[in-house]
């Protein structure tokens, strides 16, 4: 039984101002399995105010300071990286393979990236008689979610240590075990007191107080889009910057060519993978309708090979991650049903032989129109739609069809076409192939966000531009 009960706030562990208690259960076996302290706005105060304390000294360290800072974090991230595996196994039921694996190394990606980012980035510019000068923005509120807990965490706090911010940290309530272990490979590393801060907390507790407090001077948040509206009305009144990372509905354009058994395999095998609990899941499947028949034949395939809670095997799927999530996840699948999509596989209730945890059967739906609640809300689940569309020109219709634009996709031999179709579509990222890249910047269009995280341009949300004019004499 995990016990974290302490916040960490000016480089110590503290009680909290009120003592409050979560209860954190492990979706796997839907037992408690640990507790947190909550906190309120009087422990946003207490970090905020470490947090700008120690901003004076933190803004004005060298680059060669923060670089041995991150490497010292290098360091200590990679002697805990099996207790972060087990934390993120407890708290969201994450397979091992997958827990130990991207997970993460997600995390140790984003580290590696920061620090190749800032031996190089380029904090000054000359340009004729004015010097321009980029400047850490100031105290930020980093709020994370649950889905991928240190991916999220990582790609948020190490832009903002080596932009020379300091920051108050709240992740997920639901999955808070790897923010405890994260934040004791910070201190061990020897992040300066006050520069990195923890409280742990629920939105209404924590998260309102963080996006609203006066000396927060910019606000870092991922999480749904009806939470991402909540922050931004909330940091509206101090005019504090805010960037949202928030939901998505991805269109997978998958190509009439030679790869196409191929291309709706890997489509399938994507939209699996960490239980579908991923924003930018390729959710929506769009496919010829000559070759729907195919396309289904495949699908199901694929989808019925992927295990369920079987922690041995490496292909295999863990639970979702609380019942509000599963609940949810029902009741769209029995909308899709409802509304005439075609059940290839899959369906409501536990997978066959479970009948504990949160686990949700791997399904694909066929023959979902896009006015299909499936087709336009975030399931968040294992949960494939496959559309069909006459030409391309009504494929990138139907994908551009959606409030979000977080990702998409397009699948195929012919890259030339693949290319064309990927300048087509209305989003901040377009994967051709399933192509992954940890330098490129990630964010959305449309209802899907604000800003964009990883690489260098990770590092631009969290600086001020400042021009000085006549800093070089005409």
Request: glycine share 10%; aromatic share 8%; charged share 20%.
């Amino acid at each position: 039984m995990r016990e974290y009960l302490k916040f960490y706030i000016d480089g110590r562990w503290v009680d909290p101002v009120e003592t409050r208690t979560l209860d954190v259960d492990n979706p796997a076996t839907e037992q408690v399995c640990g507790r947190i302290a909550l906190g309120g706005a009087a422990d946003v105060d207490k970090a905020v105010r470490a947090a700008r304390t120690a901003f004076g000294t933190w803004a004005q360290s060298t680059r060669e300071e923060r670089l041995e800072l991150l490497g010292s974090i290098a360091g200590e991230y990679q002697k805990r990286a099996a207790d972060l595996a087990d934390a993120v196994n407890e708290e969201m039921g994450a397979p091992p393979s997958l827990a130990a694996g991207p997970q993460v190394s997600l995390g140790l990606g984003h580290l590696a990236t920061a620090t190749d980012v800032l031996k190089n980035f380029a904090f000054e510019e000359q340009l004729g008689s004015t010097l321009v000068v980029k400047e850490p923005v100031g105290v930020c509120g980093l709020i994370t979610p649950w889905n991928w807990p240190i991916n999220q965490i990582a790609c948020k706090v190490f832009p903002a240590l080596a932009t020379g911010n300091t920051m108050v940290l709240k992740p997920s309530e639901v999955a808070p075990y790897s923010a405890q272990i994260f934040t004791e490979i910070l201190d061990a590393a020897g992040v300066p007191a006050g520069v990195y801060n923890l409280v742990y907390g629920d939105g209404p507790g924590v998260g309102a107080a963080l996006s609203s407090h006066p000396d927060i001077d910019m606000v870092s948040f991922t999480g749904s889009t009806r939470a991402g509206v909540d922050v931004a009305r909330n940091a509206a009144p101090t005019v504090k910057r805010v960037t949202q990372e928030l939901g998505g509905k991805s269109p997978n354009i998958v190509l009439d060519d030679a790869d196409f058994a191929k291309s709706v395999a890997a489509g399938t095998s994507v939209m699996m993978m960490n239980s579908g609990q991923s924003c930018n899941a390729p959710s929506r499947m769009l496919v010829p309708n000559s070759r729907m028949d195919e396309a289904i034949a495949v699908a199901r395939e694929t989808a019925a090979a992927v295990k369920v809670g079987d922690p041995a095997d490496k292909t295999a799927i863990g639970p979702v991650a609380s019942k509000a999530q599963f609940d949810k996840i029902q009741g769209l699948l029995q909308k899709g049903i409802d509304e005439g999509a075609t059940l290839v596989v899959g369906g409501t209730g536990r997978p066959d032989g479970i009948e504990t945890g949160y686990y949700v059967k791997p399904t694909v739906f066929a023959n979902v129109t896009n006015d299909m609640t499936i087709a336009r809300e975030e399931i968040f689940g294992p949960v494939l739609c496959i559309l069909g569309y006459d030409d391309l020109d009504q494929a990138v219709e139907i994908g551009n069809d959606t409030e979000y634009g977080l990702a998409g996709y397009v699948s195929g031999a012919d890259l030339e076409q693949a290319r064309a179709v990927a300048r087509r579509i209305r989003a901040g990222s377009v994967a051709i192939n399933h192509g992954f890249d940890m330098s490129a910047p990630f964010g959305g269009y449309k209802r899907s966000g604000n800003g964009r995280e990883w690489g260098q341009f990770g590092f631009d949300e969290y600086l001020e531009t400042k021009a000085a004019l006549g800093y070089t004499p005409a």
